[in-house]
């Protein structure tokens, strides 16, 4: 008789790998892949919260002790819980700000259990399968439409931002992961068809986001460099403002030809549009804000929301800005915390890179500035359901001092 022995990996590394395709296939839904399948992320979103509530009521004493050292991400969701006693739309709030609660939820529980590099695997993992199938939409038109009528390339999404998104996220979870692993050339050439893809959507948010890739290359350059020279943040800021000023020059500019020449408009397809109608509104209800997610369904800014989807977008529910949708939502209260947690967050980052040097501490500043540049574009930085706030959240807890300290302590980078 002839036994026969398997090798099994451990328990740890088993659950880590489930959890984190898990997350990868919700990311591919959140951010867009399967928008016009709404049953599809309807259902994964309710597996989530499932999954959520198992992990609070199975292990209570763990679960409680992560959402406490959480604390400060949770108080977004505590104000827009509270909102709907003076919210435009009550019953719209309640729902918004219970998505938007578990939102921080989930990401709090993800930051628990994965390791920093496994959130960018997930998350090249999801765009790799989205620009896969956007290419394949391109080439057979199995999805229409995968064009907007006027050229800019949608894919297998249903919004030009979402597509240019996806190229951009592709290419900084490749660079990312080539910084760590070592194929560089892959990495680079990756950066180089997502620049492709984010043009041939049309999309100056992605465009603008590709900023945050130089940033990542000088700390990653730098961070070997004796501590005492610290140049790393002051090259990167100059990176940055290099990289932003070319950007906007070949995407925009001040007389708004190559962005008419983009199909858009000096407004930036409307969006400055939005954004005094945002400042309207809140200067109706400045201190608590209209009630989270209530501005575009209730009937007191009936005629606002109607001129809006007339001239500039008729199914348009956000205003492409996710600091002005912060200030509208929740007033001085709710923006004041918004703005105080993302300074916070980037102070915590760069304590983080300037005391470690990790490859890590550099990733997660530059995806945590693209998401903040990406927010002054659109809105996904401060709603419910959006991987920007959740990879937002995650930075927050994976700077915290006392983990990368006990990781540092440990002899080990996280």
Avoid at 10 to 20: D, F, G, N, Q, V
Avoid at 336 to 356: C, E
Wanted: hydrophobic letters at 55%.
């Amino acid at each position: 008789m002839i036994a026969v022995t398997t090798t099994r990996l451990p328990t740890t590394i088993r659950k880590h790998t489930l959890i984190m395709l898990a997350f990868s296939v919700l990311l591919f839904s959140a951010g867009g892949g399967t928008f016009r399948f709404p049953a599809i992320s309807a259902a994964l979103w309710l597996v989530t919260y499932a999954s959520i509530l198992f992990w609070i009521t199975r292990a209570p004493g763990p679960a409680f002790r992560a959402i406490r050292a959480a604390w400060p991400l949770l108080l977004i969701p505590l104000i827009a819980l509270i909102s709907p006693l003076w919210s435009v739309d009550p019953a719209r709030s309640v729902i918004a700000a219970t998505q938007l609660l578990f939102t921080l939820l989930l990401a709090i529980r993800l930051a628990a259990i994965l390791p920093p590099r496994a959130a960018f695997t997930a998350l090249f993992i999801a765009q790799t399968a989205g620009i896969a199938l956007s290419l394949a939409n391109a080439a057979t038109g199995a999805l229409p439409p995968a064009f907007e009528p006027h050229g800019p390339m949608l894919g297998i999404y249903v919004q030009k931002s979402w597509m240019g998104k996806a190229a951009f996220w592709w290419a900084f979870s490749a660079i990312a992961l080539g910084v760590w692993y070592r194929w560089s050339a892959v990495a680079l050439t990756i950066t180089a068809l997502g620049i492709l893809l984010a043009v041939r959507a049309e999309s100056v948010t992605a465009l603008l986001a590709f900023s945050s890739i130089g940033v990542l290359l000088t700390f990653t350059a730098t961070r070997r460099l004796p501590a005492t020279l610290r140049i790393g943040l002051p090259l990167a800021a100059v990176i940055l403002a290099i990289s932003l000023t070319l950007i906007w020059g070949v995407t925009g500019g001040s007389s708004g030809d190559v962005l008419a020449a983009m199909g858009k408009s000096s407004t930036l397809t409307g969006r400055t549009v939005l954004w005094q109608i945002g400042y309207e509104a809140w200067a109706d209800h400045p201190i608590l804000g209209t009630g989270y997610g209530a501005f575009w369904s209730s009937s007191t800014f009936a005629w606002e929301v109607g001129f809006v989807h007339a001239h500039v977008d008729d199914g348009l529910a956000g205003f492409h800005n996710a600091y002005v949708e912060a200030f509208v939502a929740l007033g001085v209260l709710g923006g004041g915390i918004f703005l105080a947690l993302v300074t916070v967050t980037f102070r915590r980052l760069i304590r983080w890179y300037l005391a470690t040097r990790s490859t890590e501490a550099a990733v997660w500043s530059a995806a945590t500035l693209a998401i903040a540049l990406m927010g002054c574009m659109d809105d996904y930085f401060f709603r419910q359901h959006a991987p920007h706030l959740i990879f937002f959240a995650m930075a927050f807890l994976y700077s915290a001092p006392a983990r990368w300290q006990r990781a540092e302590g440990l002899g080990k980078t996280l």
